[in-house]
């Protein structure tokens, strides 16, 4: 289990993530943001994501995976690209990230300062791995962001550059999926979280590729006083809306 504090509106709260079935789920904090807990609760949204096992034999993984992509996985195409991991990530590193989100994310929702600050507190707690993916040139074609806490790891953000060519974004995307997962599982990770069925088509296609399987997660606000339970409600509602 991962946590975070800080101030929600002048209101003390936990964020909480990989809330697991043998976890009691107390807080010291007012509030409780749950991200997708495996453990059940009617006051949290329900929500399918796909999970993938990490540490089953690397086998189960590669009969799985199909032709077409083995072709792209295992051939001279892997030499026109680069990935990189960031670790230990500075808050430069966060900017920059910042930035190539907001210039090529399609929705209007943009990484603000909030956002932002939750995701120094992340890295402070060495809770936060970005991974990118770049081509001969040197130029960033996708950014992934991950949420871990030493067993888990939850896919946060997904970014790719808006202005290339789709089938090359398509690549670097499922080569940079396969070095992740090689990546966590070669550290002792047990679960990576593709982050929702919400997510666009190509990350989703990426999760059953790799021998990904649905699972029920629960996410939102639990306070512990009447007027924070009505505060919790709005936010879960919003949330929801959104």
Same mark, same amino acid.
């Given at each position: 289990?991962?946590?975070?504090?800080?101030?929600?509106?002048?209101?003390?709260?936990?964020?909480?993530?990989?809330?697991?079935?043998?976890?009691?789920?107390?807080?010291?904090?007012?509030?409780?943001?749950?991200?997708?807990?495996?453990?059940?609760?009617?006051?949290?949204?329900?929500?399918?994501?796909?999970?993938?096992?990490?540490?089953?034999?690397?086998?189960?993984?590669?009969?799985?995976?199909?032709?077409?992509?083995?072709?792209?996985?295992?051939?001279?195409?892997?030499?026109?690209?680069?990935?990189?991991?960031?670790?230990?990530?500075?808050?430069?590193?966060?900017?920059?990230?910042?930035?190539?989100?907001?210039?090529?994310?399609?929705?209007?929702?943009?990484?603000?300062?909030?956002?932002?600050?939750?995701?120094?507190?992340?890295?402070?707690?060495?809770?936060?791995?970005?991974?990118?993916?770049?081509?001969?040139?040197?130029?960033?074609?996708?950014?992934?962001? $991950? &949420?871990?806490? %030493?067993?888990? @790891?939850?896919?946060?953000?997904?970014?790719? =550059?808006?202005?290339?060519? *789709?089938?090359?974004?398509?690549?670097?995307?499922?080569?940079?999926?396969?070095?992740?997962?090689?990546?966590?599982?070669?550290?002792?990770?047990?679960?990576?979280?593709?982050?929702?069925?919400?997510?666009?088509?190509?990350?989703?296609?990426?999760? $059953? &590729?790799?021998? %990904?399987?649905? @699972?029920?997660?629960?996410?939102?606000?639990? =306070?512990?006083?009447?007027? *924070?339970?009505?505060?919790?409600?709005?936010?879960?509602?919003?949330?929801?809306?959104?």
């Amino acid at each position: 289990m991962l946590q975070i504090s800080r101030n929600v509106f002048t209101v003390p709260t936990s964020h909480i993530y990989f809330d697991d079935k043998t976890k009691k789920g107390r807080f010291e904090a007012k509030i409780a943001h749950y991200t997708h807990r495996t453990r059940p609760s009617r006051q949290l949204q329900k929500k399918q994501t796909i999970h993938v096992l990490l540490q089953h034999d690397a086998s189960i993984f590669l009969n799985q995976i199909p032709e077409e992509i083995s072709e792209i996985l295992f051939t001279h195409v892997i030499e026109q690209y680069k990935t990189d991991t960031i670790s230990d990530v500075s808050i430069e590193q966060l900017r920059q990230f910042q930035r190539f989100y907001n210039e090529n994310h399609h929705s209007k929702d943009k990484l603000n300062r909030t956002e932002f600050n939750k995701l120094l507190l992340l890295c402070e707690k060495k809770g936060l791995v970005l991974t990118k993916i770049e081509n001969s040139l040197g130029e960033t074609i996708c950014y992934r962001v $991950h &949420i871990v806490d %030493g067993h888990n @790891v939850l896919l946060h953000y997904v970014v790719s =550059a808006a202005n290339l060519q *789709l089938n090359i974004v398509e690549q670097a995307n499922l080569l940079l999926c396969w070095e992740n997962l090689k990546l966590f599982k070669n550290l002792g990770y047990k679960t990576y979280d593709f982050g929702g069925l919400d997510q666009d088509g190509q990350l989703l296609r990426c999760g $059953h &590729i790799f021998g %990904g399987e649905e @699972v029920t997660v629960f996410s939102g606000y639990i =306070a512990n006083s009447f007027p *924070l339970k009505v505060f919790a409600k709005l936010k879960n509602w919003r949330k929801k809306v959104n």
